[in-house]
């Protein structure tokens, strides 16, 4: 069976969804760089082996890179899901786990990379907000798509109401995109991602239209 690695700093409610969604896949291990990730003692109770590597012992990104891709690669997962990881990753470790590590972001990228999205998308007054799974690349927050779920934004949304309903669908996109990939679903073309035996928008794209 093929295997998976989740790597965490906080909360770990996309870790929990991942874990939920009774996948065809092992979940190897939840690695952290924060010790004090709640998601660690959500992994423990799924009898899912842990581990911390904490970025504040490393002199530089480097060294905690090097540490980092150690510990992942003692599980020799398929994949790598950065589910809210946030430490940013140098290059030479994006490019080693190339088209097998995937990152979830809470907006619809490439609109709103980095924090405070929710935030931000109400001060713009978008009409439309959501959020994006990706293959991950060495610029933050971007990277070939892979599924998005769009949300309407709602004339009293407030940061929290939006922030809420957009976790919602992170937790439904997550787990979809990592399925197409462990059935060998999603072939890395260029900057874009194909889905073979592609059927519908409904596996790719989520909007309260197309699932009401
Ligand atoms: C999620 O909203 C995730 O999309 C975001 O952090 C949150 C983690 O929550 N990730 C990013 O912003 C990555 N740039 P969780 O720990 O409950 O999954």
Request: glycine share 8%; net charge neutral; proline share 6%.
């Amino acid at each position: 069976m093929k295997s998976l690695v989740i790597l965490i700093s906080g909360r770990g409610s996309n870790m929990r969804a991942l874990l939920e969604a009774r996948l065809p896949v092992r979940v190897a291990a939840v690695i952290s760089n924060n010790p004090e990730a709640a998601g660690l003692e959500i992994a423990k109770m799924y009898d899912v082996e842990t581990g911390i590597v904490d970025h504040r012992t490393y002199p530089d990104r480097a060294a905690f890179d090097i540490a980092l891709a150690r510990k992942i690669d003692f599980y020799r997962p398929s994949l790598v899901a950065l589910a809210g990881f946030m430490r940013m990753l140098g290059d030479g470790f994006v490019n080693r786990y190339k088209g097998k590590i995937m990152n979830v972001h809470p907006s619809l990228l490439p609109s709103f990379p980095g924090l405070g999205t929710h935030e931000r998308a109400l001060e713009e007054g978008v009409r439309i907000h959501g959020c994006t799974v990706h293959f991950v690349t060495p610029r933050m927050d971007h990277g070939p798509i892979i599924v998005q779920a769009a949300v309407r934004v709602l004339p009293d949304d407030t940061n929290e109401t939006l922030a809420a309903r957009v976790l919602q669908q992170e937790h439904r996109i997550y787990p979809e995109a990592v399925h197409l990939f462990m059935e060998g679903r999603l072939k890395l073309s260029g900057s874009h991602v194909e889905v073979s035996n592609f059927i519908s928008d409904n596996l790719v794209l989520y909007s309260p239209e197309l699932h009401k």
